[in-house]
């Protein structure tokens, strides 16, 4: 009944919170979209026997030399910008996703172990940390692109997961050292259970709450960084679509009367991250409440 009583409150709590319902709708929408690129966009842009530099910077529908099927407009290669930005979609959640995952699943565990064993292993994990810390998650990546001197979405990924792991250390080592202190870890203990059934039975999951709320927040910072990198012309190639190139690529026309290729991607890039910043908001405070009710 405990257990129900709580989803029907977290439910509750919800569905009463517009910003949160609202950020969720949008995360929603884009992702279907993004998953139904090929069958939902008018065209693939990146199908060289699809596009045709007839259209070259078709305006949208609705104004004088707009037409069907491109309903926003298409970009200094006869591409439609509504595809292109579906397509870019995929790419800025495969990358967010993708870095959460890896980065996510490589910080959890260190943050577990250096917490829970400490000593030696601890102030080296946190050490390292702090070495990466020191520096730009940005700069870093744009380091280790070019140090990997290839382009492609497993590059970002990788480049990105190499600096953004130890947001997910720091926060889970946190999280382990006050939950190792209470009551029922001692008892366990006591009981003789080993150490890998009390990381992964005990700890972790009790550990978990605070680290939701980072992956929720991450997920935008992660596909705010991958557009950064593509705009500045070292993320995904060119034969990837990307919201971030598209803005690159537009920031040329904007001063010509072309706003189209630059004030669509850019709305779309802006409606993802406030959208994942909405949900965040609301994740944070529903756990905040669970986690002081569990230190006092």
């Given at each position: ?45 990146y199908d060289l026997g699809k596009v045709n530099l007839d259209f070259f910077l078709t305006p949208p529908v609705w104004m004088e030399g ?231």
């Open positions: 009944m405990t257990k129900r009583r709580i989803k029907s409150k977290t439910l509750s709590s919800f569905l009463y919170d517009p910003p949160a319902v609202i950020g969720s709708l949008i995360l929603l929408i884009f992702f279907f979209a993004a998953l139904l690129a090929p069958w939902i966009s008018p065209q693939n842009p707009g037409h069907f099927p491109f309903l926003l407009g298409t970009d200094d290669q006869g591409r439609c910008i509504l595809s292109t930005i579906i397509y870019g979609l995929r790419t800025s959640l495969i990358v967010g996703f993708g870095v959460v995952l890896i980065a996510g699943t490589f910080g959890v565990l260190m943050g577990l172990l250096a917490g829970y064993y400490g000593k030696v292993l601890d102030a080296v994990v946190m050490r390292l940390a702090d070495t990466f810390f020191a520096f730009s998650t940005t700069l870093m990546a744009f380091l280790l692109m070019g140090i990997f001197n290839q382009r492609g979405l497993l590059t970002v990924i990788l480049a990105i997961c190499l600096a953004d792991w130890v947001r997910y250390a720091r926060t889970m080592r946190g999280s382990v050292l006050e939950v190792k202190e209470e009551t029922y870890i001692t008892a366990a203990k006591a009981t003789g259970a080993k150490d890998f059934r009390l990381l992964l039975k005990h700890l972790l999951p009790n550990a978990l709450p605070p680290i939701l709320v980072v992956v929720a927040v991450d997920l935008g910072v992660v596909i705010m960084l991958e557009a950064t990198l593509s705009f500045l012309g070292v993320g995904v190639p060119v034969t990837e679509p990307s919201l971030g190139m598209m803005i690159s690529n537009g920031k040329d026309y904007i001063y010509a009367g072309m706003w189209w290729m630059i004030v669509f991607p850019g709305a779309t890039l802006v409606m993802l991250v406030v959208g994942i910043n909405l949900f965040a908001d609301w994740l944070r405070e529903e756990l905040n409440p669970r986690l002081e009710r569990k230190e006092s």
